[in-house]
T-cell receptor
Framework: DTAVSQTPKYLVTQMGNDKSIKCEQN?????MYWYKQDSKKFLKIMFS???????INETVPNRFSPKSPDKAHLNLHINSLELGDSAVYFC???????????????FGPGTRLTVT | RKEVEQDPGPFNVPEGATVAFNCTYSNSASQSFFWYRQDCRKEPKLLMS???SGNEDGRFTAQLNRASQYISLLIRDSKLSDSATYLC???????????FGRGTSLIVHP
């Protein structure tokens, strides 16, 4: 019954490898996000994906690419991993209704990525 | 000025104390406001939305001051389990992109 799920929970890999993190939400939300939380605990948004509209944080390297096969899934692909990519990556989802407003985001449990 | 600013703390309070956090935001067109809590090595969880008229949920009270562009969170009768980082979040009207503050750390001790 998990609302937002991510796999894997832990990922240890070497520099230069390509990896993917999967995210699924069963809340029926129309917007999904990827965040990076570094060692200083700052939560930085990477991407927002709504009804096929992708909003990219321009500071995110193009080695990172989101892929959304459908509204319930937003996967994150990372090419040529670097040491600085080590962080916790959170997926989130939300639903905005123009009539009733914004009810906030629901986060997945996070994927702890370690690049060696 | 940062978009969303919070005092990082830590706020170190005894059980039963009342503690308040403030969060200032720079964009006067901001429309939606939230407080999240994040426990160590866990994901952020929505604590409460912040409404213009202020709102309360048990021991937690959130308020919005649009004129001074800040929101606040008041926790009464602090419990040990309230120890966490509290994140302030602000969104513009019609925007899908929320802006998170860096969080305020709360430690409640016996």
């Amino acid at each position: 019954d998990t609302a937002v799920s991510q796999t894997p929970k832990y990922l240890v890999t070497q520099m230069g490898n390509d990896k993917s993190i999967k995210c699924e939400q069963n809340l029926g939300h129309d917007t999904m996000y990827w965040y990076k939380q570094d060692s200083k605990k700052f939560l930085k948004i990477m991407f927002s994906y709504n009804n096929k509209e992708l909003i990219i944080n321009e500071t995110v390297p193009n080695r990172f690419s989101p892929k959304s096969p459908d509204k319930a899934h937003l996967n994150l692909h990372i090419n040529s991993l670097e040491l600085g990519d080590s962080a916790v990556y959170f997926c989130a989802s939300s639903q905005y209704n123009s009539g009733t407003g914004d009810y906030g985001q629901y986060f997945g449990p996070g994927t702890r990525l370690t690049v060696t | 000025r940062k978009e969303v600013e919070q005092d990082p703390g830590p706020f170190n309070v005894p059980e039963g104390a009342t503690v308040a956090f403030n969060c200032t935001y720079s964009n006067s067109a901001s429309q939606s406001f939230f407080w999240y809590r994040q426990d160590c090595r866990k994901e952020p969880k929505l604590l409460m939305s912040v409404y213009s008229s202020g709102n309360e949920d048990g021991r937690f009270t959130a308020q919005l001051n649009r004129a001074s562009q800040y929101i606040s969170l008041l926790i009464r009768d602090s419990k040990l389990s309230d120890s966490a980082t509290y994140l302030c979040v602000v969104k513009g009207r019609g925007s899908y992109i929320p802006t998170f503050g860096r969080g305020t750390s709360l430690i409640v001790h016996p």
